[in-house]
């Protein structure tokens, strides 16, 4: 008697009958009379167990379930010519031998090649991230009582969730659509600061030149007594000591959105017209001395594009946004019709919610004056990121080099140039010759005779075909398959596009500035350049891990908002850009910790990888 166990796998899902001839005498729980000696009767009793929720088969007859496939169970075939158990002694007659095979038969546990695999984990990564997103916009929304906010999450350029919560209109039940445009308030200044920029690289600006330079107009400052000049670089980085919207010597205790300025319902046709409302202020600070943020600043920075380009302000920030595809971002106007444009909303004193008032914001274009959807955010943002990773137009990558392939042979004159020994041979007396005999067809190079025509190739480039039909084989790539990775051609390096500014540029506007420290949603941030910068901090192991990133919040009558880029190294074989951007619009002023959101929902996307497009596939077993 012996023991035999028998597992079948189920990939694929089917049993062929080959194998189950081969194996027949390995059934489970076969139970044998060898005391009739009977050839061949065998009663198969399968008990399989019940871990996947199918059904047991017990006591059942092969021979009346299985069907054709196994029919070469039934020990009687004639064609095999031996017992059930050929191998049990005559001692063994009055026994009863149980031989135990363990068939699993499984119609849901496939395995799938690569299973745990590269786009499978990415998948359930992704899942996991946008779950985790969800419930932290939701519990902003309770926290906050904003009625709509609309989220979008880009990951190394390519957008992997977009989501609108709550209404964009409340008295008409719109919902808050992903496409919905909203005011994005101070987001407005790395727009602006971007178009300067581009201005900064073609030489038509200075940063570091007096703003009286490029606006002759501008009223000398005295900080004391003292005269002081205000740059341009101290003006995008809040440096200048230009006020924001209150003067000098106010009521420093008056809540932001209590201010007066913030509620001017005048629209100012030209920028001179903006400037008049701070000119004449005093400065808060010295230039460069004291960290203040100003809106008003930002209006100065528009008047010198102005004079810069020669165009009014608000036409050539049209044009930049067609040339950096921001095709749903405007201007903050109230007359022109604008699709899936939201209502806005405030809260009063009993926090009930309310229309927000009628405001015009065209005193403050540059700093706080644009209409945005978070998919042109994003996409700015991918930009800003693209520009910043993007190095001479070359992937940053490593690869291996192509290899040089062997050039076309240049085309041989019809003339071929003399030599001077061919000179000398012809200044002696020619020799006769005897005509020569027709040689056989055979394919071999005939020998150099300088009266033979057939021959004068040789003279000049003997190994002309052998070199084009050399040249001709390094073309050829074998490539036996798609799923192939043999004699395959070195993959040449990605070239890429410029991008809109130099890495250099954008290097210079992400630099965090000496003095501008500021904090926005609980973290300690630096501004750089029209951006808020958090450097990366490690300093203990197992202890505070701070990324790296970049972000702009804005508050407007009505509306928060934010933009967050987060950078990653490029690694090796990547595509740029590679980091996480994260836009984030709220039709309610006053939310606070909107940055702090940003930055939690750009971690969960953190390290996530979407290279290839991600596809949950399902594998069925036939």
Known sequence: MFLRAVKLSSFGGLVSSAFISKTKQESCNVKLDTADNVRG???????????IGRPEFSGLNVMETAGPEYSDLNCSDKSEK?????????????????FTADFELSEAEVIR???????????????????KARDLCWCKMYESGTPGMIVAISVNGKQVWQHGFGYSDLENKLLAGTGCVMRIASISKPLTMAVLAKLWEEGKVDLDSPVTKYVPDWPKKLVGEKEVDITLRQLCCHMSGVRHYMRKREDEETEEFDMKEYFLKETFATTDES???????????APGEKFNYTTHGFTLLAKVIENVTGQ???????????????????????????????????????????????????????????????????????AMLY???QKNGVSVQTRPPAPPTTPPPAKLPDVVPESPQAKTEEAQPEIPKSPETPL?????????????????????????????????????????????????????????????????????????????????????????????????????????????????????????????????????????????????????????????????????????DQEKPVKVQKVYQC
């Open 41 to 51: 009767s065998c009663n198969v009793k399968l008990e399989t167990i019940n871990d």
């Open 82 to 98: 031996q017992d059930c158990d050929n191998e049990t002694k005559t001692e063994e007659a009055t026994e009863k031998v149980d």
């Open 113 to 131: 090649p690569n299973e745990q695999g590269r786009q499978q984990a990415q998948a359930e990564k992704l899942k996991a991230a946008i779950a």
């Open 275 to 285: 400037i008049e409302l701070f000119k004449d202020d005093k400065l808060l600070s």
């Open 312 to 382: 009014p302000f608000d036409k050539y920030m049209e044009d930049q946004f067609a040339s950096l595809g921001l095709h749903n971002t405007y201007l903050d106007q109230a007359s022109p019709i604008i699709y899936n444009r939201s209502k806005y909303y405030i809260r009063d004193k009993h926090h009930r919610l309310r229309n927000a008032p009628y405001v015009d914001n065209s005193y403050k274009w540059a700093g706080g004056g644009f209409l945005s959807n978070v998919g042109d955010l994003v996409k700015f943002g991918n």
């Open 387 to 389: 520009s910043y990773q």
């Open 440 to 608: 056989p067809k055979i394919e071999e190079i005939p020998p150099e005779d300088p009266d033979n025509p057939e021959t004068e190739d040789l003279k000049s480039n003997p190994k002309t075909k052998n070199i084009d039909y050399l040249a001709t084989l390094t073309d050829v790539v074998y490539q036996p398959g798609p799923y192939a990775n043999v004699n395959k051609s070195p993959t040449p390096p990605i070239r890429y596009l410029p991008g809109y500014l130099k890495s250099s540029t954008m290097a210079e506007l992400w630099r965090p500035q000496a003095g501008a420290n500021l904090k926005w949603g609980g973290d300690d941030l630096v501004y750089g350049l029209g951006w808020a910068v958090r450097q990366r901090k490690k300093n203990y192991g197992f202890c505070l891990d701070q990324q790296h990133y970049v972000t702009h919040t804005g508050g407007a009558i009505g509306a928060s908002s934010v933009l967050l880029v987060a950078p990653q190294p490029p690694q090796e074989g990547s595509r740029l850009p590679q980091g996480v951007v994260v836009a984030i619009l709220c039709n309610m002023q006053g939310i606070g910790g909107l940055n702090k959101l940003a930055a939690e929902i750009g971690k969960a996307f953190h390290g996530f």
